[in-house]
Structure formats: structure tokens, C-alpha cells
């Protein structure tokens, strides 16, 4: 049975959430021994106002995951039996979110379900990559090393991201914040100035009528293009979800000048990575790459690695799909994935492609912010500027008149 419960730790912070056991006393029983003072405990089939909860915006970020990988890693290969160390990470996590997965997960695993089988109940937190790397290390007995393995990988992928995002956010940023001061100016400003400009009675420089003109426009129709915009970005979210809009998105993604190039080397990096991961755990190959491709992050490249896991199934190599794909995977790659299968070395090489890629990720992104940034100054400049004289231009002509 389940049972809601709300209890608070020995340090006053409240916890909800569901716990199975067979009768009542057993589910207080089994809060106990994680330390909790239980203040409630009900039938699941009722559902009290304190166990629902908005979960919109609860999120396990991948920080989180790096740390937990690396923990349990930590604690498993130090001799903790692996349901202690679950339990422990329980009382350490301070994501209400993930410690509610994470007390799931420790009671799945206490009743007797393997470690990969009680994760891959979270498919939003933990990826299938991460499921068959747990499921291979327990079949190994190298639960310990695949653990860290995946907080190795983890935190590569992690900073990548970080990387990536972080040279998207300083150009958005201003030009958000652009945006939002032209739009307040038009509003507000330009309203004002016009009344005193349009006195004068001369006739007005063009750059002063195309201002007066967008501000009148923005004033007038302005809610009709927010609504319009908003409709499209929640129509472009949904069509996102959909097989066709999400590989739409996706090959967008490739095109784009300048990120697109930043994009293939992100996706080249991960494939990478994850394959030699999973071949490091012990997968085979058709498993590795079917997983890969799940976990790569765009449907091109997903489609790409699935027709060579295709080929690998009979007898082919996944070299041999790559090159017909050069615009994906350069043949600087082809060619070191066709060493290392003839070599028996594919996994060494996948790791050295991968290093490779993350630092040109590295580079790229570090030369696109120094360059971005004079860029944006500038055109900042030049839009306030021009803004501003078509405000002053009748002004001065209108104080010359005179």
C-alpha cells in the first residue's frame, strides 16, 4: 500500500511525500528509521492538500546528479553497503525534489528491486545512459568505478553545457535589454517630444518621421503583436514536441551561422563520450550506440548513429556510415573511428576525440564572447544614437529657425 505522509527532520524542516508499506504502522515504522518525526500518515487513496505538490518547476539539475554519482561512488567503493549509502544521501540531499526520488529509489532498492531497475523508474532524472552503465556495473561487481565514471562524464558534460550557455546569455541579455529600452522610449519618451517637434510647424528630417511613426504603431498595436508573439512562441514550443517540428529545430540548430558550428562540435564531443563511456562500462557495441543516440541531444545525429548501429548489426562498420555524413561527423573523425575499429582500439580514440572537441567547444566559445562583446557595444551604441538624433535633429533646426 502507499501512504501519504508529513513529517519533519530532527533539524524542523518539513517533508510530504509517498512511502509503501503494508499497513500504517509499518510506513511510520519505515520513517523512523530514516530519522523523520512523523506528524501525519494517510491512505494514498486520500489525497490531503499538504501532499500535493506543483512540480512545474522542481528540477534535479545536473549539479545534483554529479553530485550524488560522485558520493555513492565514493561511499559503495569505501565498503557502505549500497541501501546505507542510498539512505545517507537521502538525509544529505537538500533538493526537496531529488530527495524525494531519492527515498523511492532507497526503499525500491531495500525491498529487493536492483539499483538500474529502481532508476530507471525516473526516466527525467536519470538518462538511459546512465540506467545501463548502473545495470552494467552490477552485473560486473564494478558498481564503484561505473559510478565514477558517470560523474566523470557527468562533469565533463556539465561545464560543456555551461560553456555553451554562457555565450548565449551575454548576447540575448543585451539584446533583450534593448529591446525593452526601446520599446519604453517609443512608449514613453517619444510621445512627449513629438508634441513639442510637431509645434514647430517645418517639416520633419526622415529619421524623426520613421521614430514618430514606429512609436504611434508600437502604442497602437503593440498588445496585438505581444499576443501574436506569444501565440507563436507557444505554438513553436508545442510543434517543438512533435517528431517533425523537433527535428526542424534540430537541423535549425546545425544551420545557424556561427553556433551551428559550435553545435556539431558540442554533439560530436557528447557522442563521443558517451560511447566510450558505455564501452569503458562494459556495453556492447549495439547496445552503446543505441543508447548514445538516445542520449546524444539532436535527432539528426540520432538518426545518423542509429542506421550505424543498423550496419554494425550486420557485420558493417559505423565508419562506413559516418563518412556519407560529412557535414555531421568531419573526416578527421571518420578516419580515427576506422583506426580505432581496425585497431581494436575504439575506445582509447573515442576518448581522445572527445577531449578534442570539448577544447575547440572551449576555444570557440571563448573567442566568441571577447568578439560578441565590442560587437554588441558598438551596434548598442549606433541604435541609441541614431535614436537619439532623430529626437534632437528638429530640436536644432527649430533653435537655428530662430
Known sequence: ????????????????????????????????????????????????????????????????????????????????????????????????????????????????????????????????????????????????????????????????????????????????????????????????????????????????????????FVREWGWVILIFLVIIGIGAWYWKKTAKGGMFFDELKLRLPIFGKIYRKVYLARFCENLSTLLKGGLLILRALNVSGNVVGNRVYKDIICEARDEVRIGNTMSSVFEKYPEQFPPVVVQMIKTGEKTGKIEFILNKLSEFYSKEVDNIVSNLSRFIEPVLIIGLGLMVGILVASILMPIYNMTTAF
Not at 92 to 121: C, H, M, P, W
Not at 132 to 153: C, F, I, M, P
Request: proline fraction near 3%; avoid cysteine.
Open 1 to 216: 500500500m502507499k501512504f501519504n505522509y508529513l513529517a519533519r527532520t530532527k533539524e524542523g524542516e518539513i517533508q510530504t511525500g509517498i512511502v509503501e508499506a503494508s499497513d500504517k504502522e509499518s510506513a511510520i515504522t519505515t520513517l523512523h528509521s530514516y530519522g523523520l518525526i512523523v506528524i501525519k500518515v494517510e491512505s494514498v487513496k486520500k489525497t490531503p492538500i499538504f501532499a500535493k505538490k506543483i512540480r512545474i518547476f522542481q528540477k534535479v539539475k545536473d549539479r545534483d546528479l554529479v553530485d550524488f554519482s560522485r558520493q555513492l561512488s565514493l561511499m559503495v567503493s569505501s565498503g557502505i553497503p549500497l541501501l546505507e549509502a542510498l539512505q545517507s544521501l537521502v538525509k544529505q540531499t537538500e533538493n526537496d525534489y531529488f530527495k524525494e526520488i531519492l527515498f523511492k529509489i532507497s526503499k525500491d532498492v531495500e525491498g529487493g528491486v536492483s539499483l538500474d531497475r529502481a532508476l530507471a523508474k525516473f526516466p527525467n532524472v536519470f538518462s538511459s545512459l546512465y540506467v545501463n552503465l548502473v545495470k552494467s556495473g552490477e552485473v560486473t561487481g564494478q558498481l564503484a568505478e561505473t559510478l565514477r565514471y558517470l560523474a566523470d562524464h557527468l562533469e565533463k558534460e556539465y561545464y560543456l553545457k555551461s560553456k555553451v550557455k554562457g555565450a548565449m546569455v551575454y548576447p540575448i541579455f543585451v539584446l533583450s535589454t534593448l529591446v525593452l529600452v526601446g520599446v519604453f522610449m517609443l512608449y514613453t519618451v517619444v510621445p512627449k517630444l513629438i508634441k513639442i517637434v510637431e509645434g514647430v510647424g517645418q517639416e520633419l528630417p526622415l529619421p524623426t518621421r520613421i521614430i514618430i511613426g514606429t512609436s504611434n
